[in-house]
């Protein structure tokens, strides 16, 4: 071999060597491609691993190094956990490369850059996850590093979007100096970018120091730039972009600014008025939760939606400190509730409590509040999926939780669009319990819920156990006092969790029935019932299900209240099981049979009396059919456990007997929830307003003259309590159009338009 064409076979080799060196990444991130779609996220991520570390100046390195990154700041995305609701949470994928390495990888990415502008993005990507992690040092530094090169390459717009998060960082962690420097002289070297942003950002560094007059300034400054930028864009969007489904009102910086300046305006409103406090502690088990938003909510600025706590929150979220403790000072008197936002990984492993309930701040009073989060409930028994048929038995057992003195095991059906829970058995003692549902009680636990199209779901019918039903079980932890601790199921769901479920194999052999109503043809259903009742009149399956049929499907056209009573009446003639008791009493009731109802419930007190919801139900039915004294002693029996109002008919009662000192009493030692209602049409309509209430009803026992004599406010107490049903609005406005005939200033009309706006 001449030297000649030894040159040429090492150029050839070296030639095929930097193709294939140019040529791996790309390949490598194909393949990275594929194993995701496949689902296969351990191999993808070893694979991104090396393609980091073997090629890190290549633009694929890059962008899996962002993927990486993009994954662990999606961790940030909390559960947020309110007095009834949680959003979040839901199934956790493991991020399988922790931050320490995502770090490593970050920074060799980052020098291995040769393009200036991607090496100071790199820089601003560490800054982001050291400061996602708390390393607010590291995270100072490299933001810095990347402001400064961004400025240096002429990047003036990333220098802008830099200086925005490091001026975040210096308020998270009270560095008021050094963030107002840096908003002062971003404002000026910056001044046709993000300005509305940096003056939103000086009003947040003002609202903090308690300068509200230059923090409203700021503000109001923020708000006409956004404006101006909204404008702006509106008159130069394209085409494609004409169904952009946004508002002035949705973005960002003027959503925040309004909300501030509102918040700046209740707090002047409420200036003069003596201030209280809410401070507490957040634990798990005995060690502190640092990290927990905290967000301090007005009850009466509730809207039911998650999408806007910004807006109503009485001051800025509160952090807690490395002792589990947040504080909230001057807070004005009134009804608040709190609002917890937590990372999924701080909750894993931990159950659901239902701890955050209202509660009232007063004059100079402080607040003291505790929430504990203790571990899951662990069900020992069963794992997986079982398949259930009837006759059959399944042990359910699970590990004492320290603390609890009872437990109620849950039942979740999984729906055509969701899932839907109730409490299957309650007060449940020991750690285990033998599920087996025989003969009826197989169809006991039904959900009355609507798949899609509005269509109503068989379980209505058929009960929770029919063929097809897939059902997981969860344990809930009691404390002495009922209240829950823990449960099995969590706020965030583990794919491989393994949870106890059964699939419903055959039941009973179904009915001709019974199979319609799996295909969700009710009318044909009916008469396939109706049939087989000529041939089994007494058939106690046949019977519930025409009951069933008539008193739920509104949205199925065969809704019959009249009818549903009948069938039960007979049904009740060859069964008489606790549920089917229950369900024709709650059947009489919707048909105005009260007196019927309130027997039937009797029947089954030693059952129900467990529910301390069932005490008020007993209160209004004793009212209804005139035994106030009676409807008083079961009020007041839930109302001794649980302080709240579920609406005014205790207050009702007491007013119908005569006994303005007794009412007073009772709206002054409860509570009242404060949340809005909503009408016919979904608007919000204000609740009753207590302190109105209170101060005419004072006056009126004070002697003050009503043109309303006692047997005309007790007739009128009366029809309030007769509002029900559906078109409780319109209802509620023609009784307070009526009263209002007896003169709109009378003492007593005041106090009946309160009561009548309690039954929205």
């Known amino acids: 071999m001449t030297k000649k064409t030894l040159i040429i076979l090492v150029i050839i080799l070296g030639l ?25 996220q351990e191999n993808a991520v070893i694979l991104k691993e090396r393609l980091i570390r073997f090629f890190p100046g290549s ?3 890059r962008w899996e190094v962002y993927s990486l990154i993009d994954r662990l700041l999606e961790k940030e995305e909390r559960v947020m956990i309110g007095p009834d609701f949680t959003s979040g949470g839901g199934a956790e994928e493991d991020i399988l490369v922790p931050a320490e390495k995502v770090i490593v990888y970050l920074l060799k990415v980052t020098k291995a850059q040769k393009e200036a502008m991607w090496k100071y993005n790199m820089y601003e990507k560490l800054g982001e996850v050291y400061h996602s992690q708390g390393s607010f040092s590291a995270a100072e530094e490299n933001y810095l590093i990347a402001a400064k090169g961004f400025e240096a390459v002429d990047g003036n717009f990333r220098a802008a979007e830099t200086n925005i998060r490091l001026v975040d960082l210096y308020l998270e962690t009270g560095e008021q100096e050094k963030a107002l420097s840096l908003i002062e002289e971003s404002s000026k070297k910056y001044a046709d970018l993000y300005i509305d942003e940096f003056l939103s950002k000086k009003g947040d560094l003002f609202f903090q120091q308690g300068d509200y007059q230059k923090a409203e300034e700021c503000y109001r400054k923020a708000l006409e730039e956004a404006k101006k930028d909204w404008d702006e864009f509106q008159a130069h969007r394209s085409d494609q972009e004409e169904s952009i489904n946004a508002t002035l009102d949705q973005q960002p910086v003027y959503r925040h600014s309004k909300s501030q300046m509102e918040l700046i305006r209740n707090l002047k409103t409420k200036g003069d008025e003596a201030k209280g406090s809410v401070k507490g502690e957040i634990l798990k088990g005995n060690i502190p939760m640092s990290n927990v938003l905290v967000y301090l909510i007005n009850e009466k600025k509730y809207d ?10 009485e001051s800025s979220a509160f952090k807690t400190d490395m002792k589990g403790e947040f504080k909230f000072d001057n807070v004005a008197p009134g009804r608040y509730f709190l609002v917890l936002g937590l ?12 701890g955050l309930k209202a509660f009232t701040v007063e004059e100079d009073q402080t607040k003291e509040l505790r929430y504990v989060f203790q571990p899951k409930a662990k069900i020992l028994e069963p794992t997986g999926q079982n398949t ?18 009872s437990y109620n095991l849950h039942i979740t059906l999984k729906l055509e669009n969701g899932y839907a829970s109730q409490v299957y058995r309650q007060n449940l003692r020991g750690n285990s319990y033998i599920f087996n549902p025989q003969g009826m009680a197989l169809r006991e636990m039904n959900f009355v819920t609507w798949g899609n199209e509005y269509v109503l779901g068989p379980s209505a019918i058929l009960g929770s156990f029919y063929p097809g039903a897939e059902i997981f079980f969860v344990v809930e932890a009691l404390d002495d006092e009922g209240r829950p601790i823990s449960d099995s199921e969590g706020y965030v769901l583990e794919p491989s969790g393994n949870y106890p479920s059964i699939q419903v194999g055959e039941t009973n052999p179904l009915s001709i029935g019974d199979k319609l109503v799996l295909e969700k043809k009710y009318s044909e259903a009916i008469k396939a019932y109706l049939k087989g009742l000529e041939e089994k009149p007494n058939d106690p399956h046949i019977l519930l299900s025409l009951a069933r049929l008539y008193n739920y499907g509104w949205t199925e056209e065969t809704a019959d209240l009249g009818k549903a009573v009948n069938y039960y009446e007979e049904l009740l003639k060859v069964n008489r099981d606790r549920f089917i008791v229950q369900a024709a009493a709650g059947a009489n009731n919707q048909a105005g049979n009260y007196e019927t109802a309130l027997k039937l419930y009797e029947e089954i007190e030693n059952e129900m009396g467990k529910s301390i919801f069932w005490f008020h139900q007993m209160g209004e039915l004793y009212f209804r059919t005139g035994n106030t004294e009676k409807a008083i002693e079961y009020y007041q029996r839930y ?9 005014l008919g205790p207050v009702i009662a007491y007013l119908y007997q005569d006994d303005v000192p007794g009412a007073l009493k009772l709206l002054k030692e409860n509570s009242y929830s404060e949340r809005v209602r909503y009408n016919s049409e979904r608007e919000t309509e204000k609740p009753a307003d207590i302190n109105q209430l209170i101060n005419n009803l004072e006056r009126y026992h004070n002697g003050v003259h009503s043109a ?6 007790k007739k009128y107490l009366w029809e309030i309590m007769s509002i029900n049903g559906s078109n409780r609005f319109e209802k509620v406005q023609a009784f307070q159009a009526k009263i209002k005939s007896w003169g709109e200033k009378d003492v007593l009309v005041f106090v009946l338009e309160e009561l009548a706006k309690d039954r929205l």
Do not use: C
């Open 16 to 40: 095929i060597l930097t193709v294939g060196y140019i040529s791996t990444p790309k390949l490598m991130a194909v393949k990275i491609a594929a194993y995701e779609q496949e689902g296969n």
């Open 59 to 61: 633009e694929e390195a």
């Open 304 to 313: 039911g939606s998650m999408n806007h706590l910004e807006g109503i929150q």
């Open 708 to 713: 309303l004599n006692k047997e005309d406010f």
């Open 639 to 647: 109302l001794n456990k649980e302080k709240e109002f579920i609406d």
């Open 343 to 354: 990372l999924p990984e701080d909750l894993n492993g931990l159950g659901r409590f239902n």
């Open 388 to 405: 259930f048929n009837a006759g059959e038995s399944l042990k359910i057992a699970w590990e004492e939780v320290p603390g609890a003195k």
